[in-house]
């Protein structure tokens, strides 16, 4: 079974991701940030929309989804904590869930932190996750909800995934995750390479997605920080950076 990817830079910073599974022709797009963007890359890829998963509720993840929905018929898969902000979802899902879309399977992965709702979606056999905004290249998500160990629960939960596991996320941050990573391990010559390779990709305009769970397990100083203590710390840190 083969599938395709394609992703994109949308709005100012959202990336748009769009997932084939060629054989059923089933296509998915991961949240909605950009109607007209998203079905822009449809239409040039000779593709039809069937499915969105959500992630979370914010704005510039759901804003989309009438829009598609109208155009498209999609269905649309959301966390059961998004009921108030996306009302009727096709399917509500929750912590644990097997979400089968064509012959692409998905684990449903709550992973509150960055806002209560969060959910990332894992293909183990196709060795992808989708995790929205609470894992980010060298980075994570700010906490809107909750506490801050919250989020490093599940970003610790994230980075049990194997190593070669590609890694697409909701937003093109890197090079400033990189700077910050720099100015708390710079010593680091793994963080020091990589922030060098990402500042050479956007000077281009190239995306710096996706990643791995191996490199951030290197490079991402939030994963790196060893203990809930010392993740608050580094999250407040981000916050003033
Ligand atoms: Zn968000």
Known sequence: ??????????????????????????????????????????KQKEWHLTDILVTHKHHDHVGGIAALRETFGCAVIAPTRAKIDVPDADRYCDDGDNITIGNLDFEAMATPGHCDDHMAYYSRRKALLFAGDALFAMGCGRVLEGKPEILYHSLMRLADLPDETSVYCGHEYTVANARFALSVDGTNPDIASRTAEVEALRQREAMTLPTTIGLEKRTNVFLRAGSAEKFVALREAKNRF
Do not use: K
């Not at 599938?3 to 089933?26: F, S």
């Open 1 to 42: 079974m083969s599938i395709a990817i394609h992703q994109a830079i949308c709005l100012r910073d959202n990336y748009l991701v769009l997932l084939r599974d060629e054989e059923t022709g089933r296509t998915i797009s991961i949240d909605a940030p950009d109607a007209a963007a998203i079905t822009a890359a449809l």
